[in-house]
């Protein structure tokens, strides 16, 4: 997942190279971070609407593809004219799904989710929720190399855990 304009991308990485993982997990410095962000990511979303014929800001679009281990692709994009208000529809969506069909202790989307029934039913419900202005589906793609390296990126992603 990306942003823009691509200074929002640099900085984010900049910060992940530099900030120890320790200070990320904390609730303080996090807080901190947001608050500092908000008057800034406030501004920029101000200027693009302003100076964009296309009346972005806070526009959000998410592609997501999944290649299998046996090569085959899919991707699905989703496009809302709020990253806010779909991360709260979204929430509320999540909630609301548990209120209706309850069940015992904490799951994962994809455990929630892993039958074709209960994966329609929320993809419906998150690709409605209004200002959802495109949702593609999950479109086939030509087939692609399986995940490279997947093990030692886990591996890598472990040890700075600890």
Sequence with gaps: MGTAPDV???????????VPRRLWRSRRFSQF???????????????????????VGETHA??????????????????HESFRRCVGQS???????LLERPSSGVHLP????????????IIKKLTSTPGTFTYTGPVAVKSASPP???????EKANEAEK
């Design 148 to 154: 490279s390296e997947l093990d030692k990126a886990l």
């Design 91 to 97: 929430c509320a969506e999540f909630a609301l799904d």
């Design 33 to 55: 971070l947001a608050d500092f962000s908000q008057p800034l990511v406030k501004a920029t979303d101000y200027l693009l609407k302003i100076s964009s014929p296309y009346d």
């Design 62 to 79: 998410m592609r997501v593809d999944v290649t299998s281990t046996d090569g085959s692709a899919v991707s699905v994009v989703q496009g």
């Design 110 to 121: 994809e455990q929630r989710y892993r039958d074709d029934n209960s994966r329609r039913r």
């Design 8 to 18: 929002w991308n640099d900085m984010l990485g900049l910060l992940v190279a530099l």
